[in-house]
């Protein structure tokens, strides 16, 4: 089992940036792939970005494609993101989510999630 804890949210400007952290608990972070999702009350939770438990393969949602950058440390047991050129679009709660097994994007495959930490960006 993993216990997720995300980090680093905050209100900023648009332009500004931040860095997600989200820490792990347990010894098997290394197996587990990682994935970042936001949710704006009212919306469905959308994906963000993802990476794989030993860090080499990546992917991003379009909509923050080079302006995020997912990252992990699993000697830290913790996976990154770090969002710059922020937009008032990218306002919502950030969850960090690991699963085993096949890498994907689709949120109802995670098995563990954190509670997530609110991001807001202000024009």
């Known amino acids: 089992q993993v216990q997720l804890t995300e980090s680093g949210g905050g209100l900023v400007q648009t332009g500004d940036s931040l860095r997600l952290s989200c820490a792990a608990s347990?010894?098997?972070?290394?197996?587990?792939?990682m994935g970042w999702f936001r949710q704006v009350p009212g919306k469905e939770r959308e994906f963000v970005a993802r990476i794989s438990s030993s860090g080499d393969v990546i992917g991003y949602a379009d909509s923050v494609k080079g302006r995020f950058t997912i990252s992990r440390d699993n000697a830290k047991n913790t996976v990154y993101l770090q969002m710059n050129s922020l937009l008032v679009e990218d306002t919502a709660v950030y969850s960090c989510?690991?699963?085993?097994?096949?890498?994907?994007?689709?949120?109802?495959?995670?098995?563990?999630w954190g509670p997530g930490t609110q991001v807001t960006v202000s024009s």
């Open positions: 989510a690991a699963k085993p097994g096949l890498l994907t994007t689709r949120d109802y495959e995670y098995l563990y």
């Open positions: 347990g010894r098997t972070f290394r197996m587990y792939h």
